[in-house]
């Protein structure tokens, strides 16, 4: 046993840790932690310090190993925050990916799964959970005012350990291929996160090279694990689906046996009730329904299936015309201007980068017989899976981003009312004059915003004193189309 471990039983962790939930990182730091970061506003990782010197009395260190021994077991001790979910309130999630080991391509070489660091770093997990209660980034000594939420003694299912095992290998492969093929393959190392993103389920690499990289538990993987922690049920697949490859598959077979049926049809097929608004014809909700009960599933939504939550796979329905164009936008997520308009914020640390970097679409396409069809009869034609290149992301996505940014901060941002081809006023049906907001438009940004909203005289952002609906991050139907041409049905 290591000098650097230190030994507790699971009863006496119970103990410590109870006490201390509810309590801010103030209140416990008993060790004056704290003070290191007095004139260091930037120092990272004040909580975990604060948990393992102060709550755990765990000295810090930089071993490989796991840090705890827990009745005889090493246990891997992660301080995590979290905050409160945009789309529920009642919801925690992740606040950013979890950092897990450096991927040092000169060892990891001569590692299997069951032996490496990466696997001995996640075996056994105590994951301690605080509040990130600020909207806006904090200096250091802020993160006394958190207060810890929970923790959890967390060991992975025999399923999330496959698709941990086959993601690892990917890295690994990769490695191996790049020291085998080339005499420097350092050289080449840069395209670790670039070229294997697309084929990772659960875990990434980041930082970039030259920076040396870590493994890291997605964004959206933590967040299934914080979620569940806290009461969240999510419907599991009976299916062995531990990699995309296996998806990819799975969604092959579906699109061979239901290709060219209507809607309509799969409803009565996978005996889904037709429920008929007031212009006769289904919700498009129903499509992605349908997905899902083609997997045995129940649930109405991709994202209440486990596996396809905390991968980060995002179920989007799109219709094409007969010929192969798009008939719409399509929105994305919503907007968190108080981060958007975090000056300190980085594109690299944004909830929009994340979100386009780390999530997957599978786009469920169907096809209209002609623009006058009702959704019930158009027809299912296949899957595309889409992964964002580095390329849109920092140039098409950035742009939008920055332009927003520099629109607000310049104070360029204007309203103006809205006129028809003839040059008079647009009233909406409600009296109210109907105005637009010189944000980024799907006339000049293939990622734009738009404000979504029931009543137009309800506009609940506020922004150097000009009110505006809620606002969301869209991609023209165009560039969509485009994007999905050059990819193949699965």
Request: proline share 3%.
């Amino acid at each position: 046993m290591e000098d650097s471990n230190h030994v507790f039983t699971k009863e006496q962790l119970n103990t410590i840790l109870n006490t201390a939930i509810n309590q801010t990182l103030g209140a416990v730091d008993k060790n004056n932690v704290f003070d290191r970061t007095i004139g260091h506003d930037k120092i990272t990782g004040i909580a975990g310090d604060v948990i393992e010197q102060s709550v755990l009395s765990y000295p810090a260190d930089s071993y490989q190993k796991p840090d705890l021994i827990v009745d005889g077991v090493e246990v891997e001790l992660k301080t995590t925050g979290i905050r409160k979910s945009k789309k529920n309130s009642n919801q925690y999630e992740a606040k950013e990916p979890m950092s897990i080991t450096a991927v040092s391509p000169e060892s990891i070489v001569n590692e299997n799964f069951e032996t490496s660091n990466f696997w001995h770093k996640l075996e056994h997990l105590l994951l301690v959970y605080y509040l990130y209660d600020s909207e806006k980034r904090v200096v250091a000594s802020e993160y006394a005012n958190f207060s810890i939420k929970g923790y959890d003694f967390h060991e992975f299912t025999d399923d999330e350990i496959e698709i941990l095992k086959n993601d690892w290998t990917i890295v690994n492969n990769y490695i191996q291929e790049l020291q085998a093929l080339h005499e420097t393959p350092e050289d080449f190392y840069p395209t670790i996160s670039s070229k294997l993103r697309p084929n990772l389920m659960m875990i990434d690499t980041a930082p970039k090279w030259p920076h040396r990289p870590r493994f890291r538990l997605k964004r959206a993987a933590v967040t299934t694990l914080v979620q569940q922690y806290f009461g969240e049920h999510l419907e599991s697949l009976d299916a062995d689906l531990n990699s995309f490859a296996k998806i990819d598959q799975q969604l092959n077979y579906f699109t061979q046996e239901y290709q060219n049926k209507t809607i309509k049809e799969l409803l009565y097929l996978f005996n889904i009730p037709i429920k008929l608004g007031r212009t006769g014809d289904v919700a498009k909700s129903v499509t992605e329904q349908i997905v899902t009960h083609m997997f045995g599933a129940t649930s109405h939504k991709i994202s209440n299936i486990k596996l396809f939550k905390e991968i980060g796979l995002i179920g989007k329905t799109i219709t094409q015309t007969a010929s192969g164009n798009r008939t719409e936008d399509t929105k994305l997520l919503s907007i968190d201007f108080t981060e958007w308009l975090d000056s300190d914020k980085f594109f690299e640390e944004s909830s929009l980068y994340n979100y386009f970097n780390e999530t997957q679409f599978l786009f469920i396409i169907f096809e209209e017989p002609s623009t006058k069809s009702k959704l019930l009869d158009n027809k299912f034609k296949g899957f595309k899976r889409l992964s964002f290149t580095e390329d849109f992301i920092n140039n098409i996505v950035q742009s939008t981003w920055k332009d927003t940014r520099k629109t607000i901060f310049e104070n360029k941002l204007v309203e103006t009312t809205r006129r028809n081809n003839k040059g008079k006023i647009i009233v909406n049906k409600n009296g109210v004059i109907s105005t637009e907001i010189n944000l980024p438009k799907a006339a000049t940004h293939q990622v734009f915003l738009r404000g979504t909203g029931s009543d137009s005289s309800n506009k609940p952002i506020e922004i150097n004193g000009i009110k505006m609906y809620r606002q969301y991050v869209w991609i023209k139907g165009a560039s969509l189309v485009a994007l999905l041409n050059n990819i193949s049905y699965i």
